[in-house]
Nanobody
Framework: QVQLVESGGGLVQAGGSLRLSCAAS????????MAWFRQAPGKQRELVAT???????YYVDSLKGRFTISRDNSKNTVYLQMNALKPEDTAVYYC?????????WGQGTQVTVSS
């Protein structure tokens, strides 16, 4: 069973940057598609970005150019670099792994962007 632990969240002013990390346990990390989701207060959880085992990336259109997803298979870690942050980026950010029919979620990390 894959376990995911996010870190790197915090409070930042609008226009600032944060880098989130998600450390995965288990040997299936390099075989898993990884993703970042976020959930703002009172809203549904939404996809932010994905990265495949081969490094192919996908971003929600509204976040292209500001967010970058990457992975380091040697460290079993996926990252989300977030630049030019806006107050509307405030949310709990979750890491997700998908390997075949198996999916796992982290506990989330809070990102708060002040105006």
């Amino acid at each position: 069973q894959v376990q995911l632990v996010e870190s790197g969240g915090g409070l930042v002013q609008a226009g600032g940057s944060l880098r989130l990390s998600c450390a995965a346990s288990g040997s299936a990390f390099s075989l898993s598609t990884m993703a970042w989701f976020r959930q703002a207060p009172g809203k549904q959880r939404e996809l932010v970005a994905t990265i495949t085992t081969g490094g192919n990336t996908y971003y929600v259109d509204s976040l292209k150019g500001r967010f970058t997803i990457s992975r380091d298979n040697s460290k079993n870690t996926v990252y989300l670099q977030m630049n030019a942050l806006k107050p509307e980026d405030t949310a709990v950010y979750y890491c997700n792994s998908a390997y075949g029919p198996k999916s796992a979620w982290g506990q989330g990390t809070q990102v708060t962007v002040s105006s």
